[in-house]
């Protein structure tokens, strides 16, 4: 072949990478799209702050990174999340500090009994060093942690009558969060803990499996619990944050402009989820009272001392949650 013929050849090749060059350059580039997963139905303060999240990473990229939402456990448990964001299926999740706990076992101090009466107590504790350094251990378990959040305090709702001691518990299936802190807790009081996921719940209490739950106003309300259950008790025994995080794969996978853009929008996120969970409360309080018995338990912590108890000789020893009650106390002390 000649050296002519090896040019002819080699030209209208050239030309075609030159146009599909161009052709690229001219194309939008496709939108980069993030999963983020939750186990709370859509009404939830939770999935709403990961909408905010989302309406604002979409705002602040113009559109080229997007993020696709999959809340109610579309996904599976909690417990299945983290194993895909461990092996790249899932890129982020607003998770239960409750579940949380599993990998960084210090998180159980935010579910120290009546450490907080309400959501805005419990929001300044994420202002504590110890809180700060729960977020940052999550970095050795392959996650990347932005924040808290939260749902409402915890009370209990219960299919036949209201709650006035621990006797009213014992021998009782109660729906609880699968996790040592609150399973601990109940057992104390001689209940049944009984760990089904959330979107089993209704069906629960509806058929008898369920004597009772462990919930917060906005998914009692959100989930529509008080339509087959019709007694709540409050008692505000424990706050219940979530955790914003990342799979570390996902974040190393991001440029520094794309991390910065979610850094942003994930706080603007966060402090408006405690935020419009603070006016929740009393909105969801009022719903349930004009729709079922509501019961105010006076003195509920002394009620319930012997399960407070057990949660303090079971856990009171770890360090870093002695630190975190302590910072808590000494902030509420000084507000």
């Known amino acids: 072949m000649t050296t002519t013929a090896r040019h002819a050849i080699r030209y209208p ?14 194309a939008p580039a496709l939108a980069k799209e ?41 996904l599976g448990d909690e417990s299945a999340m983290f194993s895909q964001m461990e092996s790249g299926l899932l890129d982020m999740g607003i998770m239960t500090a409750a579940l949380t706990s599993q990998r960084e076992p210090s998180m159980v101090g935010w ?31 392959g996650l990347h942690a932005f924040g808290y959040t939260f749902a409402g305090m915890r009370h209990i709702l219960m299919r036949d009558q209201h709650v006035t001691t621990i006797e009213d518990v014992a021998g009782k299936n109660m729906r609880i969060i699968p996790f040592t802190a609150m399973n601990t807790w109940w057992r104390a009081m001689d209940a049944r803990p009984t760990p089904i996921s959330l979107p089993d719940v209704y069906q629960g209490l509806q058929n008898g499996m369920l004597d009772g739950v462990d919930i917060d106003l906005d998914a009692l309300v959100g989930s529509g619990f008080y339509e087959v259950a019709e007694h709540l008790t409050l008692t505000s025994h424990m706050a219940f944050p979530a955790v914003s995080v990342m799979s570390q794969a996902t974040r190393a996978s991001l440029s520094d402009e794309e991390r910065e853009i979610i850094d942003s929008a994930m706080q603007e996120a966060l402090v408006w989820g405690i935020e419009a969970q603070i006016e929740a409360e009393q909105r969801n309080l009022t719903t349930l009272e004009e729709s079922i018995d509501v019961y105010t338990l006076e003195e509920a912590e002394g009620v319930f001392a012997e399960a407070n108890q057990a949660f303090a000789e079971r856990f009171g020893d770890h360090p870093l949650i002695q630190a975190f009650q302590q910072q808590a106390a000494d902030r509420l002390t000084t507000e």
Not at 13 to 26: K, N, R
Not at 41 to 70: C, M, R, Y
Not at 111 to 130: G, K, M, W
């Open 13 to 26: 090749l050239a030309l075609t990478l030159i146009s599909a060059s161009l052709l690229a350059a001219s």
């Open 111 to 141: 579910f120290t009994p009546f450490l907080f009466d309400s959501v805005e107590q419990a929001a300044q504790a994420t202002e504590t060093e110890a809180a700060q350094l729960m977020l940052d251990n999550l970095e050795s378990k």
């Open 34 to 74: 993030l999963r983020l997963g939750m186990i709370t139905p859509p009404q939830h303060i939770w999935t709403q702050t990961a909408e905010k999240f989302a309406k604002n990473v979409a705002g602040q990229s113009d559109g080229e990174l997007t993020v696709a939402l999959f809340p109610a456990g579309q």
